[in-house]
């Protein structure tokens, strides 16, 4: 079974940076596209990055774009979310999620895998 694990989140400034990592195990990293989405306590997940198999192809929600990057490593099963210039707002759960299928999306319910997620905290 597809095992993610995140790591890297804890608590930091404003215009801080942090880079999240997701290592894959279980399967073929290489053959899934890779999302990442965030959760605020007492609201949905939402979608903030994805990049496709061979990471070729990437796509960040227009809240983090130009401040956040996706990328990821296939030789070691793992993709990561760096995060520049934190705001207050970017604090949230983030959670690294795999998905079956050709293609990237932003919708959650094309991503089969699920990790833990790390907390990030950005105070003012």
């Known amino acids: 079974q597809v095992q993610l694990v995140e790591s890297g989140g804890g608590v930091v400034q404003a215009g801080d940076s942090l880079r999240l990592s997701c290592v894959f195990s279980?399967?073929?990293?290489?053959?899934?596209?890779m999302g990442w989405f965030r959760q605020v306590p007492g609201e949905g997940r939402h979608f903030v990055a994805a990049?496709?198999?061979?990471?070729?192809?990437?796509r960040l929600t227009n809240f983090v774009k130009g401040r956040f990057n996706i990328s990821r490593d296939n030789a070691k099963d793992t993709v990561y979310l760096h995060m520049n210039n934190l705001k207050p707002e970017d604090t949230a759960a983030y959670y690294c999620?795999?998905?079956?299928?050709?293609?990237?999306?932003?919708?959650?319910?094309?991503?089969?895998?699920w990790g833990r997620g790390t907390q990030v905290t950005v105070s003012a």
């Open positions: 999620a795999a998905k079956t299928t050709i293609g990237i999306s932003e919708r959650q319910d094309h991503y089969a895998f």
């Open positions: 990049i496709s198999r061979t990471g070729s192809s990437t």
């Open positions: 279980g399967g073929t990293f290489g053959r899934h596209a």
